[in-house]
């Protein structure tokens, strides 16, 4: 549980907040135009909303802790004014809250809206903290449900999905925050914001997609990481490797799980150029699994054998979940990532029985959303239920949180800049996913270059979910972001701080896809400089699909 509370913190939309914006992105005249007041302000609701309250308060600032599980603190907060509007659609019996928070001085002139992690819809106050803290007014909503693994609100009281919250948590929550938001900051600040950004990671990365798809005038730049798009097939294929082990009845334990890892990070290190504890191109990365059958792996103090059992649940897992006539269905845990995240379980009892322990925000999806039955047990699923379930999620979902739609026409058209990092060991969405979805947008709107003139992907070798947040290396994606919105100075690369397999960190230029970082032949192997980007081999750049 540890490791997941770190990992979801990571999800909270630090993307952007834990990183000051470079002093060449600040705006000119970031100064408020009118004295600033902290008084409850006239909002007018949202299409579709009612405005049940509005109210304000003076908070001294200091450090903010985090609420929920999540936790988290920032300190050095300046003094702010908080706004809370309270929202409802009529007739749906929603309440979503709305928080607003405005530095009472030093207003970098622009606006900041935060995504959420897992099933959290917006921010627990680090993010609201560190955004006032570097200069920002910054709004996020609750959406109208509950904490990051708060599940509660899936279904009403007589089993059936609540669509009006699942309405709010996969989309229109956001929007309404960003019309309330402007509306408060141009209220308390006597004018509306220089500039507006969203930021988020994982469910705030798919929030952010969201915002550029449906709603493409809410916001000039977006900064969404590890994006949770593909929610509807995603989801579903992260319970994959517990599907595995049940149906093949193995179970390898962790240390056999890093021992496969680890040889496969060694196998395909040198792919780009030099060994250098990175793979940097992990599509590249073809190691099998069976090269370690007779391995011998020591496993607190005792010693296991690696088995062709053992091998065969490992590359089922890399290769992903299929049906089971061998159709692919999605994409399957990167070679490097922590396949343990998924496939973790208790060590077997005096009779060889051992107790799953699937991710608990896959898991809550299948059961809930999918099923409606509480008391599914997905670590008992078949090869062919799972499939059912898969495709039930996506025929039911795709629509309402699947944030899939390739046409970001009006996005572009409105001036506005998408930017993405991706870590390429994201244990709990594959990258591939987000690569997919970036080929689809390519092949809407006219190619390569086309696309970058608005959105760019970087993608982060040995990095974890949501990990550049400074969990697993480092990158300040805003700044990036500000000075293309801004200046005009479109990132042609990311500079990164990486974490390498022994721990070590080197620097790396993250490359815009669909270039890769390749070693120049001499150099320093942990410098940046000692690398450039190249074309990505034709061969490696044919669509990344799964069969639908």
Known sequence: MRRLLTVLAAGVPLAAALYLPTASAEPRGSAAAAPFGCAAPSVKAPAGTEVESVSAAGRQGGTITGSGVLGGSVSGVPAYCEVTVALTHPGDNDHATVRTWLPVSGWNGRFQGLGGAAYLAGDNGVGLGTAVKNGYAAVTTDAGVGDALDTGWALDGEGRVDTALLKNFASRSQHEAAVVGKQVVGAVYGRRPAHSYFTGCSTGGRQGYMEAQRH????????????????????????????????????????????????????????????????????????????????????????????????????????????????????????????????????????????????????????????????????????????????????????????????????????????????????????????????????????????????????????????????????????????????????????????AADGHSVTRDLCGYPRVSRYKGHGDPTAASSFTCVSRPETDRLPVTADR
């Open 216 to 499: 493409p005038g809410d916001y000039d730049g977006i900064l969404a990481d590890a994006p949770a798009v593909n929610w509807d097939e995603f989801e579903v294929a992260t319970l994959w490797p517990q599907v595995v082990m049940h149906n093949e009845k193995t179970y390898p334990s962790r240390c056999e799980f890093d021992a496969f890892t680890k040889a496969a990070v060694r196998a395909c290190d040198s792919l780009d150029g030099v060994r250098d504890g990175l793979v940097g191109d992990p599509s590249r990365c073809d190691f099998d699994p069976r090269r370690l059958i007779g391995t011998k792996v020591l496993c607190e103090g005792e010693e296991l054998t690696i088995t062709a059992a053992d091998a065969t649940v490992v590359r089922k897992i890399w290769d992903g979940p299929r049906t089971t006539s061998g159709k692919r269905l999605w994409y399957g845990v990167p070679i490097g990532a922590d396949i343990w995240a998924l496939a973790g379980h208790s060590d077997p009892d005096a009779d060889g029985h051992v107790t799953a322990a699937p991710f608990p925000v896959p898991a809550a999806w299948v059961k809930l959303w999918v099923a409606k039955d509480p008391s599914l047990d997905v670590t008992q699923l078949t090869y062919d239920r799972f499939t059912r379930l898969f495709r039930q999620s996506q025929a039911e979902y795709d629509d309402i949180i699947g944030t899939d739609d390739p046409d970001l026409s009006a996005f572009r058209e409105a001036g506005g800049k998408l930017l993405t990092w991706h870590g390429e060991a994201d244990q709990y969405i594959p990258a591939q996913g987000t690569v997919r979805y970036r080929q689809t947008v390519e092949r809407e709107l006219g190619g390569t270059e086309k696309v970058d003139d608005f959105y760019r992907l970087f993608l982060a070798p040995n990095t974890d979910h949501c990990g550049l947040d400074g969990g697993d290396g480092s990158a300040d994606g805003l700044a990036a972001l500000t000075d293309w919105v801004e200046h005009g100075k479109a990132p042609r690369t990311l500079p990164a701080t990486l974490i």
